[in-house]
């Protein structure tokens, strides 16, 4: 991601890219922005509140020390935490929302998840943000439990499919991600709107909340 992002911002004017691996580049930066692994996660909040950087984190398989060091870095820095930073999943969620509470029957639903065999965490964090999204919907809409199916398989972006199924149809919600630009191009629009918040932490739906 950090070369799609990089990539991404050979077109942006406003915009420098700078590598983190270099520990004085954070002087010079307004946001961070990282998708490397949560076993950093500890001394990047300790860079990012020492310098007073909003973080942005696409980062998933968070556990729950994770969590912690975040919600205690959420009272001196902006954060960000989101498994999917595309706009056409936000799209996604949104239209199964509408078929959802238009429909009058209860719907069996399963989900299907399909990255790259070098993809570590099974569920993606997008599957499970997904699940989480259409597990709070009442039994009157879709029956539990809600199925999981992952597969990786070569070097797949991403593929997150919703099938809702009952005796009379089947009806599918899917969004494909062909390159990485379109997560790219979602976190560098949030970084923009998360360097003017306060301390605190937030999601890309509260980013999309005050975008559209």
Known sequence: MGLAIRDYCENEIDITV???KNLDAFDAASAVIDFSSPDILQSLLEVCIESKLPLISGTTGFN???LNLLNA????????????????????????DEFLIKSSSAFKCKILDIHHTNKKDSPSGTALEILNFLEQFPET????????????????????????QNNEE????Q???????????????ASKWISRQLPGIYTFADFL????
């Open 64 to 66: 729950d020390e994770h």
């Open 175 to 189: 969004h494909i991600a062909n390159s990485r630009e379109v997560f790219a191009s979602g976190a560098i629009q």
């Open 18 to 20: 700078h590598n983190f």
């Open 170 to 173: 089947v009806i599918t919600f």
């Open 141 to 164: 809409k879709i029956q539990h439990p809600i199925t999981v199916n992952s597969q990786r398989i070569g070097d797949i972006f991403g593929i997150h499919r919703v099938e809702f």
């Open 73 to 96: 870095a959420k009272k001196s820095i902006p954060i960000m935490t989101a498994s999917n930073m595309s706009l056409g999943m936000a799209n996604l969620k949104n239209s199964i």
């Open 209 to 212: 909340n005050k975008k559209l």
